[in-house]
């Protein structure tokens, strides 16, 4: 059913079918031109991690189409299914043995956001046990507190948690520390959140379905170390 055509002229393309990849709109890593929260074509999808992605398939002869879906949708929807991948994913110890992993891509910081006028303040994750907090489905930051018994709202996407602390309804939101304050100002022209505390750092990967051949990921992890040793990776950390 999957179609992927074999370049022979290539020592790396080794697998027969087409490879998926599938994404969600979490800017500045991913994000989609046309401003919707999904797109169905590569040319449609850009960000630092994105990027990342598209170099290392440069690299490769392999056949594959990106696409950017809701990120609780895509990662169940990876999981199972042959020559799927999902980016970009924290690898977390949970994590570990639910896919294959390509990378390191970018790193994430687990932050906790609080209102402009907001005097909050935190010496350590303990004290925010008493509060709010704003969360998504299937964000490993936000599925991480709840497991710590934190009070985590969820929403599908992250995009309305910074009006949910203006408006009182959450007292923090947990995001990536780039991420907080650029989808506040795209989204609702929020500006000025304040980052009342850092308290975790993990990288991001590629996430490959189980089933896909190891010998697959195996040339993707060859075709991200071509464009570390390019400088193509360096180049689009320092663009961004």
């Known amino acids: 059913m999957l179609a992927l055509w074999m370049m022979v002229a290539s020592p790396w393309a080794i697998a027969d079918d087409r490879l998926y990849i599938f994404t969600e709109n979490y800017p500045p890593y991913n994000a989609s031109t046309t401003g919707q929260n999904f797109a169905h074509d590569k040319e449609d999808i850009t960000g630092i991690c994105t990027d990342m992605v598209k170099a290392m398939m440069a690299n490769l002869d392999y056949d594959y189409v990106m696409k950017m879906?809701?990120?609780?949708?895509?990662?169940?929807?990876?999981?199972?299914?042959?020559?799927?991948?999902?980016?970009?994913?924290?690898?977390?110890?949970?994590?570990?043995?639910?896919?294959?992993?390509?990378?390191?891509?970018?790193?994430?910081?687990w932050t906790l956001f609080a209102a402009p006028d907001s005097d909050i303040t935190l010496d350590n994750l303990a004290d925010a046990k008493q509060y709010q907090i704003a969360g998504y489905k299937g964000d490993v930051m936000s599925d991480y507190l709840v497991?710590?018994?934190?009070?985590?709202?969820?929403?599908?996407?992250?995009?309305?948690?910074?009006?949910?602390?203006?408006?009182?309804?959450?007292?923090?939101?947990?995001?990536?520390?780039?991420?907080g304050p650029l989808v506040a100002k795209e989204t609702h022209d929020i500006t000025g959140l304040k980052p009342v505390l850092v308290f975790r750092e993990t990288p991001m990967y590629l996430a490959v379905s189980v089933q896909t051949d190891p010998a697959v990921v195996a040339d993707l992890?060859?075709?991200l170390d071509k464009a570390h040793a390019d400088g193509e990776i360096d180049r689009i950390v320092s663009q961004n």
Request: charged share 25%.
């Open 69 to 109: 879906r809701a990120w609780s949708r895509s990662y169940d929807w990876v999981q199972g299914r042959e020559n799927h991948a999902l980016f970009c994913t924290a690898r977390t110890e949970e994590r570990e043995s639910a896919f294959q992993w390509v990378g390191p891509l970018a790193s994430i910081k």
């Open 147 to 179: 497991s710590e018994g934190f009070d985590v709202t969820m929403s599908v996407s992250g995009e309305q948690n910074p009006r949910r602390l203006i408006l009182g309804q959450a007292d923090l939101w947990v995001t990536d520390g780039l991420v």
């Open 221 to 223: 992890q060859r075709g």
